[in-house]
Structures are given as structure tokens and as C-alpha cells.
């Protein structure tokens, strides 16, 4: 079983739709969670951290972990065109260390 | 926020060369930077772990002698492929840790082929 789990998709969904993208993960003990987002042949760009149970805002972007099923979501309200690009949840392993799920890759469709 | 520069940017090399990679972190210092290798429409798998003034740490299957990193100063880790193949082609990540930050930030990547 892999450590973070991620569905990579592709999402394809019309401009404006909320987007729900999803992991879990399989060990209780990591403690803090990311979203990062990558566009095509670029480093990854962190959107959201967090590193508790519930949920975190930022603009059009919320971050939702439920530590007691070991799932983490990051949700896209109002989802526009240049939001396309792959969705990479990451959890901190220890000493700093991330393991990233597979990637989602998302298309905003105009 | 934070900012990790890599270059250069993009290399094509012959079968056999070296083949060396900076990663830079800009305007903090780092003791440690993370290396990562993406292959297409894949996620990113960490290769080794670099550390200021000590050897670096490599992940399980990661063969320390082809790939050598250097982490000379606090603001510098190199990552040198040796005798390079075509198999060696990917994408190539640094990420360094921003001090007090639980975050990392990563550079733009480095695209190898290796023909």
C-alpha cells in the first residue's frame, strides 16, 4: 500500500464548476499536509498547508483534512482556465521529508 | 515567499558524460535541500536528502555513486549525474525548507536528456 494515495485523474471539468480533489493516506502519525500545484515542466508551487483536522480557506482555494479517516481534499471554487495543471497533495514524513501522492491532472474547460 | 533557483534550466548530453545541477536558495539559508526526479505524468519520488557540511542521504534504489551531491555552503547543493544514459532522462527537482517553516519550496526544475 502506498503512503499517500491519489487518484491522477485526468479531471476534466467546465469553467466555473467547483473541483474536489482527493487523498489518503495511510499512516496516523503524519502530522502536516500540503497542496501543491505543478504546471506542465515546472516546479511545484505550494497552495495550501496545514496541519490540523478541519478546514482552511484561501481565496478560492480550501483545504479539508479528516485526520480520523485519513483523508485530505483541496476544493476550487469559481474554477477557472488557468487553474489547469496537476494537483499534488504531499504529507511530511519526518526530518522534513515529503511523499506526494500521485498527481491529479486538471483541465478547466472555457 | 521563499525562493530556490535551479540551473541550468534544460541539458542535453551524450551517453557517458556528467553532468551537474545547482539548486540555489535565494534569499534564506537552507542546511538541508531535497532532490527529486519526475518522470512523465509522474508524481515526484525523492532521491536523496542534502545536507551542509556532511554526505548526503540517499533513498532506498538510489545508486550514491551515480549520482553525487555536494552541499558546499548554505545557500548550494549540487547534483552531479555521472556517466549519464539515456535512462537518466527526467526532470530533476530541488526543494530546500524555508527556516522555522514546516514548508518547502521548490526550484523550476531542471529537464535532462540524454541522448
Known amino acids: 500500500q502506498k503512503e499517500v494515495e491519489q487518484d491522477p485523474g485526468p479531471l476534466s471539468v467546465p469553467e466555473g464548476a467547483i473541483v474536489s480533489l482527493n487523498c489518503t493516506y495511510s499512516n496516523s502519525a503524519f502530522q502536516y499536509f500540503m497542496w501543491y500545484r505543478q504546471y506542465s515542466r515546472k516546479g511545484p508551487e505550494l497552495l495550501m498547508y496545514?496541519?490540523?483536522?478541519g478546514n482552511k480557506e484561501d481565496g478560492r482555494f480550501t483545504a479539508q483534512v479528516d485526520k480520523s479517516s485519513k483523508y485530505i481534499s483541496l476544493f476550487i471554487r469559481d474554477s477557472q482556465p488557468s487553474d489547469s495543471a496537476t494537483y499534488l497533495c504531499?504529507?511530511?514524513?519526518?526530518?522534513?521529508?515529503?511523499?506526494f501522492g500521485q498527481g491529479t491532472r486538471l483541465t478547466i474547460n472555457p | 515567499g521563499a525562493v530556490v533557483s535551479q540551473h541550468p534550466s534544460w541539458v542535453i548530453c551524450k551517453s557517458g558524460t556528467s553532468v551537474k545541477i545547482e539548486c540555489r536558495s535565494l534569499d534564506f539559508q537552507a542546511t538541508t535541500m531535497f532532490w527529486y526526479r519526475q518522470f512523465p505524468k509522474q508524481s515526484l519520488m525523492l532521491m536523496a536528502t542534502s545536507n551542509e557540511g556532511s554526505k548526503a542521504t540517499y533513498e532506498q534504489g538510489v545508486e550514491k555513486d551515480k549520482f553525487l551531491i555536494n552541499h558546499a555552503s548554505l545557500t548550494l547543493s549540487t547534483l552531479t549525474v555521472t556517466s549519464a544514459h539515456p535512462e537518466d532522462s527526467s526532470f530533476y527537482i530541488c526543494?530546500?525548507?524555508?527556516?522555522?517553516?514546516?514548508?518547502?519550496?521548490f526550484g523550476p526544475g531542471t529537464r535532462l536528456t540524454v541522448l
Open positions: 504531499a504529507v511530511v514524513q519526518g526530518a522534513q521529508k515529503l511523499v
Open positions: 496545514t496541519y490540523s483536522s
Open positions: 526543494s530546500a525548507p524555508a527556516q522555522g517553516a514546516d514548508t518547502q519550496y
